[in-house]
């Protein structure tokens, strides 16, 4: 079926089961056994439908064999502990948690139920795991390596708009790695003799404020680092970098979809789909501590042309030969 068709049938059937009903079903009155799908961010239809379906993959239908109770903190970090909290004490089988923030606080919150993460960063190094072949306890799951790919992110800018001397970074500061990202991207920066304006943002007015900052400071083009609470915005993030007129660089295939300029990044969608396949396996049976963290193979490019005419980009024929896709 057609992306586009698929996400369209999608949206229809979501709009039909009220948001509350959705998060709230309570274990007394359902004998299944329940998934907890907490995230950092906000809904996002076409992610839990990539998750549903691995669930499918490995012999689970939501509402037939296996109930999903979704908690989600619109990108308020300070509420991902309660809610991890919550559904330990609705004692799920699984927590299914995505994003590095929402991971953290899952593992915080239970030594004994399992884990299943979906995130960008490297699992061991934010402490997670014990390492990605043995991960060990109770924890295990996928990763993109979005926060790793910044720095490819920054080059990619730099080659799509060689006259820029100053580069934008929009992060946001309540993330774990938000200090691993800055710094990896001033190397790149220094390394290629760019300089490297960093701006933050964790709320919706948040993001108006730091398009203005960059704007006021002439940037010549901006790379928004990997994380969820931006992956959950990304027609305002488009928006505001045409409004801008900003060459904008994101992780995500929906962020040039939407009509951001260049997206490049791990499939969210499969690791997505990977984390329900594993949900079910441990339904099954299987040990989070012999699931290998999979990993993402594959980086990819996207590029919208009625984007680039709008701000007189023109792309190298390089890079247009190496993009997965040229949205026209």
Do not use: C
């Amino acid at each position: 079926m057609k992306r586009r068709k698929f996400i369209k049938l999608l949206g229809s059937v979501v709009a039909a089961w009220p948001v509350a009903v959705r998060a709230q079903q309570p274990r007394s009155e359902n004998p299944l056994p329940v998934v907890g799908y907490l995230v950092s961010g906000s809904a996002d239809p076409f992610a839990e439908a990539a998750f549903e379906q691995g669930l499918r993959a490995a012999g689970y239908v939501n509402g037939r064999n296996v109930s999903i109770e979704f908690r989600w903190s619109d990108g308020n970090a300070d509420q991902l502990s309660a809610l991890a909290a919550d559904l330990v004490r609705r004692r799920v089988s699984v927590i299914a948690a995505f994003g590095v923030t929402a991971a953290m606080a899952a593992k915080a919150a239970t030594g004994t139920i399992p884990i299943v993460f979906t995130i960008g960063v490297d699992p061991v190094k934010v402490g997670l795991v014990a390492s990605l072949n043995l991960p060990g306890g109770n924890i295990t799951g996928s990763t993109t390596l979005a926060a790793e790919l910044g720095p490819k992110r920054l080059e990619l800018l730099h080659e799509l708009v060689p006259s820029a001397e100053t580069i934008g970074a929009l992060l946001n500061p309540t993330k774990k790695t938000a200090e691993f990202e800055e710094r990896t991207l001033q190397e790149t920066a220094s390394n290629l003799g760019l300089k490297l304006l960093v701006v933050s943002a964790s709320t919706d007015s948040d993001l108006e404020t730091a398009f203005s900052a960059l704007a006021r400071h002439q940037i010549g083009a901006l790379v928004i680092g990997p994380d969820s609470f931006f992956a959950t915005r990304v027609v305002q993030l488009a928006a505001l970098s045409v409004r801008h007129k900003i060459p904008t660089i994101f992780q995500f295939r929906e962020f040039a979809e939407a009509g951001g300029l260049v997206s490049y990044g791990g499939n969210f969608s499969e690791t997505s789909r990977e984390g329900g396949l594993y949900a079910g396996r441990i339904l099954r049976g299987e040990k989070p501590e012999n699931l290998p963290v999979l990993q993402a193979t594959k980086a990819e490019l996207f590029i919208n042309m009625k984007t680039a005419r709008t701000l007189g980009i023109t792309f190298p024929t390089a890079l247009l030969v190496r993009a997965d896709e040229v949205i026209e």
